[in-house]
């Protein structure tokens, strides 16, 4: 009843102040992602080979190009020293700030490696390329000349493989328009004679007046998936996003919501970006003591979308299965403005579907509103077992703070239900952690 007559009073119009929302306490459900080089290693590019790992990174202490190698992608890893000792092409740029490299391993038994150094003649950054027949180098810049250089763009950093199921090779890269003022785009370029030689005209997939950088392209089985970071890497602003699209040309369509950035970490890594997704798994640098360190974290591909564990994938309460419960619209605060109410009776419930990339520990966190006369909870059963309750102290209606529980689940869909238990609690929405 006190529930009811509060509500009524809202709906008069005397409304609550809305609280920010409060961090959820770090439980040992969650598993965020592991520091693997706890030095300098930013920007990476990593992939496996006749069961090692090699990862490259821009130029730091260990040299132009550093590579690391382990047996598995947690490692552990061991800084292997500089990849391209020589430096990059003495015919058109000079040594330091070479930058984001990407080798790949070609049919032919070889290894191409993309990276970005300083022009000489300009001052900017342009793409050069190199070759070498292992895949710790040494590499040997090829050619006079930068591969790609467009300086009335500001120059060209950040190129990436992606070979198409058809074998078509591309070269996904971004002008440096933030270097001089104008906008920045990620390219597609297509390549030829292992990454060497370009061919055709180049073609824009994203632009932006602010920074858009580090580009990678996942193919799907449904979908493109165009992954790529904004803000200053040298804080914790910088955050990964993504785009989808059907065709490799697009159009492209950016995801609602970043996928990893330092809040969705709950401060576990700070600045997440230049990601690099090999499969199940995706690495990533993350700003710690004023350098980037190499993290590495899993990942998840529900109906070909990208879930990383650790970063909160919110699921709207709303959106899930209801029995004797109700959506009350127009919530203030409320994210859509929806929540799930009147979960008030012995056979109420909502229950809704959450994916885990793998099986094992998460973090339950619930978005609520308890406008009751004391701590209020829910049952809590995940794919129909109990896995006990969780517990909403008063914050007063419309008044959304979160709760957070520990939850065990399998790889792939889960069901989460809460349903009735002490006193009253609207819940705005679930994200798993």
């Known amino acids: 009843m006190f529930r009811r007559l509060l509500a ?38 990593v992939f496996q080979q006749n069961g090692t790992w090699y990862a490259y990174s821009t130029n730091s202490s260990p040299g132009t190009v550093p590579v690391a190698t382990a047996t598995s992608p947690g490692g552990p890893w061991t800084i292997r020293g500089d990849a391209m000792p020589g430096g990059p092409s003495a015919a058109w740029a000079q040594p330091g700030r070479t930058w984001a490299p990407d080798v790949y391993p070609n049919p032919d038994g070889t290894y191409t490696l993309t990276y970005t150094a300083w022009h000489k003649a300009s001052g900017r950054q342009c793409i050069g390329v190199a070759t070498a027949t292992s895949p710790r180098g040494p590499f040997t810049p090829v050619g006079t000349e930068p591969l790609i250089c467009p300086l009335d763009l500001g120059g060209a950093i950040d190129p990436n493989t992606f070979v198409d199921r058809n074998g078509t090779r591309y070269l996904v890269w971004k002008n440096d328009g933030n270097a001089i003022g104008k906008p920045s785009t990620l390219w597609l370029t297509k390549t030829t004679n292992n990454g060497r030689t370009l061919v055709g005209s180049n073609t ?75 499969g199940d798994k995706v690495f990533l640098h993350g700003w710690k003591n004023n350098s980037r360190h190499l993290y590495v974290a899993d990942v998840g591909w529900p109906n070909d979308y990208p879930v990383v564990r650790g970063s909160r994938v919110r699921t709207e309460s709303e959106s899930g299965q209801l029995n004797h419960c109700v959506v009350r619209a ?85 069901t989460v239900r809460l349903s009735k238990g002490d006193l009253y609690t609207e819940v705005d929405y679930l994200e798993l952690q």
Not at 13 to 41: E, K, R, W
Not at 251 to 261: C, I, N
């Open 8 to 45: 009524a009073t809202l709906a008069a119009g005397l409304s609550l102040t809305a609280a920010p929302v409060h961090a959820a306490p770090q439980l040992a459900g969650a598993v965020f992602p592991t520091d693997i080089v706890a030095q300098d290693f930013p920007d990476p590019d």
């Open 204 to 278: 824009a997939l994203l632009s932006s007046s602010g920074i858009i950088e580090a580009p990678d392209i996942v193919q799907r089985d449904s979908r493109y998936l165009l992954f790529f970071s904004t803000g200053g890497y040298n804080d914790c602003n910088y955050q990964t996003s993504y785009a989808t699209a059907t065709s490799l040309t697009g159009p492209w369509s950016v995801a609602g919501r970043p996928l990893m950035t330092t809040q969705t970490f709950d401060d576990h890594v700070c600045g997440p970006g230049g990601a690099d997704f090999v």
């Open 330 to 414: 127009n919530a203030n605060g409320a994210s859509d403005g929806k929540v799930v109410g009147y979960i008030d009776y012995a056979d109420s419930w909502v229950e809704n579907r959450v994916y885990a990339p793998v099986a094992g520990g998460y973090t339950l966190n619930v978005r609520y509103a308890n406008g009751s006369a004391g701590t209020a909870s829910h049952g809590l059963a995940v794919n129909g077992v109990s896995q006990g309750s969780v517990s909403y102290p008063v914050t007063g209606w419309d008044n959304w703070h979160e709760s957070a529980v520990p939850v065990t689940l399998n790889v792939g869909w889960n």
